[in-house]
């Protein structure tokens, strides 16, 4: 090779592998890996939480919960099994989800004849484990309500849930899942409907402003909505392979369930009505979202406000004999971050002291997403500062601050970081958001150039649609594609289904989907 003649750049090692743009699917398995989150479990389809992973969940959970209090609900909890027959009395219910549904029939083991053990002691009537609660609240509703006195009701249960899952993959789809799942019942139609919607906006608000993931909001068409329900309203997210993953939803029930429940109760003009019910829930779900819209080839990014560590000190001790002094100004630091306060709450820091080497401590702590790191070695102690790295930047794109003024800039460097990792999601979800004027676009939009291995591709379609069912289901049949939300408008714009010519009152949002 002549001397002249430049050298082949060496690409940019990353700690994840594949990275995103070669393998989506195996990026994903690899960042949850890297981040020490979750396994999968010894029973195929469910998942071992580990504490990282587990910690997130648990400030998603104090956090909604909060928002649930604030608007009126209280937490209760219902019975893991389900007596078929309650699962029967709706029929759109159960036939949405019997193919899912796990059945207890035997309630005692014993020895056989071979030594091993056999279920024994058939039960009269089988039992359901709980693929969602409709139906056995419901029962206890019918007898709790007897007069408008006792309307509104407006429960919430944190609960695990079972939904035989065939091609199970870590928080997005698993056998067994943890969640939340609220059941209120009103007194009138109209009660019911802003029930609905109130709790939507709030699943939009705990997305866009805790999770830093810009959604969509609308309702499902006929042929998507929760299996019972009258109408069901969503949030859904745009990750980054381009898919949608529907993040929340919120169903107005009718009086579907109350009556087939059999929620009755005495009216203010003394005569028997039906109640009128939502339910509406989020789940680990959210947690799958998280990772496949904010994380990188470096690993897992966290939004500041769902961290459980939002800023991780970390000793660079070259000598044995300099570790007591480093230790005690990391602890120090640590006294004045924690002392601070971020959305009314103190900041979660913690010094790591693990004996061993100072870059692996940094890269386990990207690869975790923590979003702020702090180096202090006996350079930064001479020179009275700290050496910062935020994880929505770069891992090399480092920072000097001053030691004794650093604590006070912390809240505001996460929210710095928490607006910036929701800036980038609404970047990208504009980019791949396109609207579509003919079937034929459309069509080449969601179709992949290479169908062996599919490259990232389509986004989300903004299409007129005629309302059609037909149409619905043959676009899933030939591209795998649905009508993720009617979404919200306040002017809809007609116009012309781009399938058939007939008339659209509104665009819809197509998407691939998880």
């Known amino acids: 090779m002549?001397?002249?003649?430049?050298?082949?750049?060496?690409?940019?090692?990353?700690?994840?592998?594949?990275?995103?743009?070669?393998?989506?699917?195996?990026?994903?398995?690899?960042?949850v890996a890297a981040a020490d989150m979750a396994e999968n479990s010894e029973v195929r389809g469910c998942m071992v939480i580990k504490p990282w992973g587990y910690g997130i969940w648990e400030l998603m959970q104090a956090q909604l919960d909060k928002m649930f209090k604030a608007t009126g609900h209280k937490n209760a909890y219902?019975?893991?099994?389900?007596?078929?027959?309650?699962?029967?009395?709706?029929?759109?219910?159960?036939?949405?989800?019997?193919?899912?549904?796990?059945?207890?029939?035997?309630?005692?083991?014993?020895?056989?004849?071979?030594?091993?053990?056999?279920?024994?002691?058939?039960?009269?009537?089988?039992?359901?484990?709980?693929?969602?609660?409709?139906?056995i609240i419901g029962a206890t509703y019918a007898k709790w309500v007897q007069s408008y006195r006792d309307l509104p009701l407006l429960l919430n249960q944190w609960a695990n849930v079972v939904r035989?899952?065939?091609?199970?993959?870590?928080?997005?789809?698993?056998?067994?899942?943890?969640?939340?799942?609220?059941?209120?019942?009103?007194?009138?139609?109209?009660?019911?409907?802003?029930?609905?919607?109130?709790?939507?906006?709030?699943?939009?608000?705990?997305a866009r402003d805790h999770l830093a993931i810009p959604v969509v909001t609308g309702r499902k068409s006929p042929g998507e909505r929760f299996p019972g329900a009258d109408d069901t309203l969503t949030i859904e997210a745009m990750v980054q392979d381009r898919k949608a993953v529907q993040a929340g939803t919120?169903?107005?029930?009718?009086?579907?369930?109350?009556?087939?429940?059999?929620?009755?109760?005495?009216?203010?003009?003394?005569?028997?009505?039906?109640?009128?019910?939502?339910?509406?829930?989020?789940?680990?779900?959210?947690?799958?979202?998280?990772?496949m819209a904010h994380a990188d080839d470096d690993g897992l990014v966290l939004p500041p406000r769902v961290a459980p560590t939002q800023v991780i000190i970390i000793p660079i001790i070259p000598k044995d004999e300099q570790r007591k002094e480093i230790l005690k100004a990391c602890g120090a630091i640590?006294?004045?971050?924690?002392?601070?306060?971020?959305?009314?709450?103190?900041?979660r820091v913690e010094v790591d002291q693990r004996d061993i080497q100072g870059g692996q401590k940094t890269w386990e702590w990207i690869k975790k997403g923590v979003p702020i790191r702090v180096e202090i070695g006996p350079r930064d102690l001479e020179a009275g500062t700290v050496f910062v790295g935020?994880?929505?930047?770069?891992?090399?794109?480092?920072?000097?601050?001053?030691?004794?003024?650093?604590?006070?800039?912390?809240?505001?460097?996460?929210?710095?970081?928490?607006?910036?990792?929701?800036?980038?999601a609404v970047a990208f979800r504009r980019e791949n958001t396109k609207i579509i004027e003919s079937k034929e676009e459309f069509y080449a939009f969601f179709t992949p150039k290479n169908a062996d291995k599919p490259e990232i591709h389509g986004g989300f379609a903004l299409a007129h649609w005629n309302g059609s069912a037909e149409v619905e289901a043959k676009i899933k049949e030939d591209l795998k594609v649905t009508i993720r939300c009617i979404p919200f408008e306040e002017m809809p714009q007609p116009g012309t289904c781009i399938f058939t010519g007939e008339k659209s009152e509104q665009r819809v949002v197509f998407a691939k989907s998880y």
């Open 78 to 135: 219902f019975p893991l099994f389900i007596p078929l027959s309650y699962l029967e009395k709706e029929a759109a219910h159960v036939e949405g989800f019997a193919k899912e549904c796990a059945v207890v029939t035997h309630h005692r083991l014993e020895v056989g004849p071979d030594g091993k053990l056999v279920p024994a002691g058939k039960l009269t009537e089988p039992l359901v484990v709980r693929p969602t609660s409709e139906t």
């Open 390 to 424: 935020r994880r929505d930047k770069g891992p090399k794109e480092k920072q000097s601050y001053p030691k004794e003024e650093f604590a006070q800039q912390v809240p505001a460097l996460l929210q710095s970081i928490q607006d910036a990792i929701y800036e980038r």
């Open 334 to 347: 640590a006294q004045q971050i924690e002392a601070q306060c971020f959305h009314k709450e103190g900041i």
């Open 164 to 206: 035989w899952e065939m091609r199970p993959r870590i928080f997005l789809r698993t056998t067994e899942f943890l969640w939340q799942e609220g059941h209120t019942a009103h007194e009138t139609e109209q009660e019911a409907l802003h029930e609905t919607r109130r709790m939507l906006d709030v699943y939009e608000t705990f």
């Open 250 to 291: 919120s169903h107005f029930l009718g009086q579907n369930f109350a009556k087939a429940s059999g929620i009755q109760y005495l009216s203010r003009e003394g005569k028997q009505e039906f109640a009128w019910t939502t339910s509406w829930g989020v789940s680990t779900r959210l947690i799958g979202t998280l990772i």
């Open 2 to 31: 002549a001397e002249n003649t430049p050298k082949p750049s060496k690409a940019p090692a990353n700690a994840i592998s594949p990275v995103r743009a070669v393998d989506f699917p195996e990026w994903y398995q690899a960042v």
